[in-house]
């Protein structure tokens, strides 16, 4: 039963705090959400998201605190202009553009933290597994036949 | 006069009088083909012409030449440059100088109206066709220049020559879409020949070729291939002039010029910005404007 | 001379691709390349020469070397080894005496290259002489003829309706065996060959190698690695162990190989930052050197073979022959 895996970048000062809120106030949210505590969504650089999909996220969830509250003044300003284009960039290359979503919650915002989390995996589930990732990890639990047995350290 | 004798003339003054230490220009090679020439001496500027196959981008040149060489008390500062530009390398200046890549007194900047280059040109094989980025051209003057050679040419019709290309991806589903890049990027062999051609790349580091494989892996392979190409061009974003030299050096025919163009028009939709016509920063580096918010 | 149709040749193929891998030059969206083909229909029959050589089918740009699984303190490891059965078909000249050019390191130098050798021995060359040669060709000067035979198993030969088909190995013997061949008398035709270009013996370029030449020559180089990918002998190459799926306590890694050169700035830094090819000339210079001096002087020999694709593919033409030329020619 396919469960999206989804990695979210969540700021210290608003978003991440949201989130808390939300799991202290017993708020509903789904697990399928990795969380990534970045210091302000402006970090969140293009590698990043790049990277994300490249490793199998099926989806990429972006939340940075409103315009005018950034704690660093104007680290979400640079989020609201890069992101767009990268988004952009992305469907044009063949990437689901719901897949990424760029939102912003506030520290005091738990509820709205839950919902936006919820929509995102309904969302991203209905789309089905991502089919960015061409390199098809081994099956970890898959048992290796002819191997070069090694003691531990490595030494072939 | 025509352009060939008066970038001489310019050359030969430039150089004897030591206003500069080189001319960066173009030559014609043995075998017929046009190519980047460094003319360090009066007496040779010659070699120095002016056709329609002068494809390269000679500015990306200049940062390397611009350093001082060596270390702290024994650095030697660099001699001062003349650099032939068309008008889509003289926009390349305005970025590289808002990037502080070197200063405005550094280079002197020989403009040149242009008609026009050729398809193939650099290659054995020139074609009559004008490049899509001539097509497209509707400025033949440099936007920012020292000397101006040559009369602006009459613009005849301008096209979008990616227009119907841009449009056919547009209307094909996510999947279709993904699939189409990745078969264009199978060819890709990471030689770089893009990124080293072109003049705003430029990092120290690629962050595509790091040692600790930070964010792409050294293989060659399908995902590590387009998060390069798809990395590159979002870091040209605002800052692209159009020169196309990354698809024209590219031995596999794959249209990087596509990426670039979308983004191009992306910004100039969503910040109503064009590369390169000032020195300003692309507008994705920069903080929201009160008008923006 | 043995004659075959082109048909009965394709038939061939389409027979060959059921069992094996068949590499032929194909057109991928507009590019000339060596890659694998379903039927005869998607092999291209006229051209000059692929974009890229055989090599690749040999020393692919990418490989993995190893698989390495760690569980907790117990790691695994995995060798890769190559199995496949390949055919290249519609092999030139010069790209087959590029591959006995690596031979000499990857195979007959000590240690072999357990995945190169494993390949060779697994890959047989059906070789297409070439009718005529380019403008940037000059295999001539590199000790290839266009219609060389001696590095391939099998050589076909353009006649008139066909092609004259001769078995060079027992390898190449064994893969013809059963293909209905009609006899005619004669031998097949000798292609055009143009002037030879000056070539420079290895002992005349110690003497050049503090020419000023070297960095005027390179000033206009970019420092891409276009030459050395699209060429036949060029051999250098980065080794870096990459993550693959990791969790449950257990971590998966392959160690993987793949292309590089030494046109690259960063190919000869050392740790500390020091690089000692830090100018374009330095590293320029080297390539050649290592072409027309010091490969012969380790291997054997000469790690050129004059197909001409770098003068083809440089973005700003920078040119074998010219330097070759500057080397013959020119007092140190």
């Given at each position: 039963?396919?469960?999206?895996?989804?990695?979210?970048?969540?700021?210290?000062?608003?978003?991440?705090?949201?989130?808390?809120?939300?799991?202290?106030?017993?708020?509903?949210?789904?697990?399928?959400?990795?969380?990534?505590?970045?210091?302000?969504?402006?970090?969140?650089?293009?590698?990043?998201?790049?990277?994300?999909?490249?490793?199998?996220?099926?989806?990429?969830?972006?939340?940075?605190?409103?315009?005018?509250?950034?704690?660093?003044?104007?680290?979400?300003?640079?989020?609201?202009?890069?992101?767009?284009?990268?988004?952009?960039?992305?469907?044009?290359?063949?990437?689901?553009?719901?897949?990424?979503?760029?939102?912003?919650?506030?520290?005091?915002?738990?509820?709205?933290?839950?919902?936006?989390?919820?929509?995102?995996?309904?969302?991203?589930?209905?789309?089905?597994?991502?089919?960015?990732?061409?390199?098809?990890?081994?099956?970890?639990?898959?048992?290796?036949?002819?191997?070069?047995?090694?003691?531990?350290?490595?030494?072939? | 006069?025509?352009?060939?004798?008066?970038?001489?003339?310019?050359?030969?003054?430039?150089?004897?009088?030591?206003?500069?230490?080189?001319?960066?220009?173009?030559?014609?090679?043995?075998?017929?083909?046009?190519?980047?020439?460094?003319?360090?001496?009066?007496?040779?500027?010659?070699?120095?012409?002016?056709?329609?196959?002068?494809?390269?981008?000679?500015?990306?040149?200049?940062?390397?030449?611009?350093?001082?060489?060596?270390?702290?008390?024994?650095?030697?500062?660099?001699?001062?440059?003349?650099?032939?530009?068309?008008?889509?390398?003289?926009?390349?200046?305005?970025?590289?100088?808002?990037?502080?890549?070197?200063?405005?007194?550094?280079?002197?900047?020989?403009?040149?109206?242009?008609?026009?280059?050729?398809?193939?040109?650099?290659?054995?094989?020139?074609?009559?066709?004008?490049?899509?980025?001539?097509?497209?051209?509707?400025?033949?003057?440099?936007?920012?220049?020292?000397?101006?050679?040559?009369?602006?040419?009459?613009?005849?019709?301008?096209?979008?020559?990616?227009?119907?290309?841009?449009?056919?991806?547009?209307?094909?589903?996510?999947?279709?879409?993904?699939?189409?890049?990745?078969?264009?990027?199978?060819?890709?062999?990471r030689c770089y020949a893009c990124r080293q051609a072109c003049p705003m790349c430029n990092c120290p580091t690629c962050l595509y070729e790091r040692d600790?494989?930070?964010?792409?892996?050294?293989?060659?392979?399908?995902?590590?291939?387009?998060?390069?190409h798809l990395g590159r061009a979002y870091h040209l974003a605002g800052r692209c002039i159009g020169c196309d030299e990354c698809e024209r050096v590219c031995?596999?025919?794959?249209?990087?010029?596509?990426?670039?163009?979308?983004?191009?028009?992306?910004?100039?939709?969503?910040?109503?910005?064009?590369?390169?016509?000032?020195?300003?920063?692309?507008?994705?580096?920069?903080?929201?404007?009160?008008?923006?918010? | 001379?043995?004659?075959?149709?082109?048909?009965?040749?394709?038939?061939?193929?389409?027979?060959?691709?059921?069992?094996?891998?068949?590499?032929?030059?194909?057109?991928?969206?507009?590019?000339?390349?060596?890659?694998?083909?379903?039927?005869?229909?998607?092999?291209?029959?006229?051209?000059?020469?692929?974009?890229?050589?055989?090599?690749?089918?040999?020393?692919?740009?990418?490989?993995?070397?190893?698989?390495?699984?760690?569980?907790?303190?117990?790691?695994?490891?995995?060798?890769?080894?190559?199995?496949?059965?390949?055919?290249?078909?519609?092999?030139?000249?010069?790209?087959?005496?590029?591959?006995?050019?690596?031979?000499?390191?990857?195979?007959?130098?000590?240690?072999?290259?357990?995945?190169?050798?494993?390949?060779?021995?697994?890959?047989?060359?059906?070789?297409?002489?070439?009718?005529?040669?380019?403008?940037?060709?000059?295999?001539?000067?590199?000790?290839?003829?266009?219609?060389?035979?001696?590095?391939?198993?099998?050589?076909?030969?353009?006649?008139?309706?066909?092609?004259?088909?001769?078995?060079?190995?027992?390898?190449?013997?064994?893969?013809?065996?059963?293909?209905?061949?009609?006899?005619?008398?004669?031998?097949?035709?000798?292609?055009?060959?143009?002037?030879?270009?000056?070539?420079?013996?290895?002992?005349?370029?110690?003497?050049?190698?503090?020419?000023?030449?070297?960095?005027?020559?390179?000033?206009?180089?970019?420092?891409?690695?276009?030459?050395?990918?699209?060429?036949?002998?060029?051999?250098?190459?980065?080794?870096?162990?990459?993550?693959?799926?990791?969790?449950?306590?257990?971590?998966?890694?392959?160690?993987?190989?793949?292309?590089?050169?030494?046109?690259?700035?960063?190919?000869?830094?050392?740790?500390?930052?020091?690089?000692?090819?830090?100018?374009?000339?330095?590293?320029?210079?080297?390539?050649?050197?290592?072409?027309?001096?010091?490969?012969?002087?380790?291997?054997?020999?000469?790690?050129?073979?004059?197909?001409?694709?770098?003068?083809?593919?440089?973005?700003?033409?920078?040119?074998?022959?010219?330097?070759?030329?500057?080397?013959?020619?020119?007092?140190?």
């Amino acid at each position: 039963m396919y469960e999206p895996k989804i990695v979210g970048f969540l700021c210290t000062w608003c978003s991440y705090s949201g989130a808390d809120l939300a799991g202290v106030s017993r708020l509903k949210s789904p697990w399928n959400l990795r969380a990534v505590r970045v210091p302000c969504s402006g970090r969140v650089a293009p590698e990043l998201i790049l990277r994300a999909f490249d490793e199998g996220a099926d989806g990429v969830l972006v939340l940075g605190c409103h315009i005018g509250e950034c704690h660093y003044d104007t680290g979400n300003h640079r989020t609201a202009k890069r992101l767009p284009v990268l988004h952009s960039l992305m469907a044009f290359a063949g990437l689901e553009p719901e897949r990424l979503r760029l939102d912003w919650v506030s520290a005091s915002e738990g509820e709205r933290f839950a919902r936006i989390v919820n929509e995102f995996t309904q969302t991203v589930r209905a789309l089905g597994p991502c089919t960015w990732r061409q390199r098809n990890p081994i099956p970890l639990m898959e048992p290796l036949p002819d191997t070069l047995e090694a003691e531990a350290g490595g030494q072939p | 006069m025509n352009t060939t004798t008066a970038i001489q003339d310019k050359a030969r003054e430039l150089l004897s009088g030591g206003q500069v230490t080189c001319v960066i220009g173009y030559e014609v090679g043995p075998r017929g083909r046009t190519r980047p020439a460094f003319v360090t001496r009066a007496d040779d500027v010659a070699r120095l012409v002016w056709n329609q196959e002068c494809t390269h981008n000679l500015t990306t040149y200049l940062r390397d030449r611009l350093r001082p060489k060596g270390h702290g008390q024994t650095a030697e500062p660099p001699g001062r440059v003349a650099v032939v530009v068309k008008p889509c390398d003289s926009r390349a200046i305005h970025v590289l100088l808002a990037e502080n890549q070197f200063q405005r007194d550094q280079v002197y900047l020989i403009g040149v109206a242009c008609e026009g280059i050729r398809q193939g040109a650099g290659s054995g094989q020139v074609t009559d066709a004008w490049q899509r980025r001539c097509q497209a051209c509707a400025e033949r003057l440099p936007v920012v220049y020292d000397t101006l050679i040559g009369e602006p040419p009459e613009v005849g019709q301008v096209s979008d020559p990616w227009g119907a290309d841009l449009a056919r991806l547009e209307a094909m589903t996510p999947a279709e879409r993904a699939s189409f890049w990745l078969s264009q990027f199978d060819r890709c062999i990471r030689c770089y020949a893009c990124r080293q051609a072109c003049p705003m790349c430029n990092c120290p580091t690629c962050l595509y070729e790091r040692d600790d494989s930070l964010w792409v892996a050294m293989r060659i392979a399908p995902d590590e291939k387009r998060a390069f190409h798809l990395g590159r061009a979002y870091h040209l974003a605002g800052r692209c002039i159009g020169c196309d030299e990354c698809e024209r050096v590219c031995p596999m025919n794959i249209p990087i010029s596509l990426l670039n163009r979308k983004l191009a028009s992306e910004m100039e939709a969503a910040f109503g910005f064009r590369a390169g016509l000032a020195p300003v920063l692309s507008p994705i580096t920069t903080t929201l404007g009160g008008e923006e918010v | 001379m043995n004659v075959i149709s082109r048909d009965k040749l394709a038939a061939w193929i389409d027979d060959l691709v059921q069992d094996r891998t068949v590499i032929a030059p194909r057109d991928v969206e507009g590019v000339l390349l060596y890659r694998p083909v379903h039927s005869s229909a998607e092999v291209v029959w006229d051209y000059l020469r692929p974009a890229m050589s055989a090599k690749d089918a040999l020393f692919p740009p990418t490989e993995r070397l190893m698989l390495i699984d760690q569980a907790g303190e117990h790691i695994t490891l995995r060798e890769s080894l190559p199995e496949d059965e390949q055919v290249m078909f519609g092999v030139r000249p010069c790209d087959a005496r590029g591959l006995k050019v690596l031979d000499a390191l990857f195979i007959e130098d000590d240690p072999p290259d357990s995945w190169y050798t494993r390949r060779r021995e697994h890959t047989t060359l059906v070789g297409l002489a070439c009718n005529q040669m380019g403008d940037t060709c000059f295999c001539t000067s590199m000790g290839v003829t266009p219609d060389d035979h001696r590095d391939m198993d099998v050589m076909l030969t353009e006649v008139e309706d066909g092609y004259a088909v001769q078995a060079v190995t027992p390898k190449g013997e064994a893969l013809i065996q059963g293909l209905a061949l009609q006899h005619r008398p004669g031998d097949p035709p000798r292609q055009v060959i143009t002037a030879r270009l000056l070539f420079p013996q290895a002992e005349a370029w110690p003497s050049h190698f503090n020419d000023e030449y070297w960095e005027e020559m390179a000033e206009r180089c970019l420092s891409c690695r276009l030459c050395a990918y699209v060429c036949p002998t060029c051999r250098c190459f980065d080794v870096r162990d990459e993550t693959l799926a990791a969790g449950n306590g257990h971590r998966q890694y392959e160690r993987i190989r793949c292309w590089d050169s030494c046109a690259g700035e960063v190919y000869r830094k050392i740790a500390g930052g020091h690089n000692p090819r830090a100018a374009k000339g330095q590293r320029l210079r080297n390539r050649f050197f290592c072409k027309f001096y010091y490969y012969p002087q380790q291997y054997g020999p000469l790690a050129c073979t004059g197909c001409g694709r770098c003068i083809d593919a440089c973005p700003v033409n920078i040119d074998i022959t010219e330097v070759m030329q500057h080397v013959s020619e020119v007092n140190p």
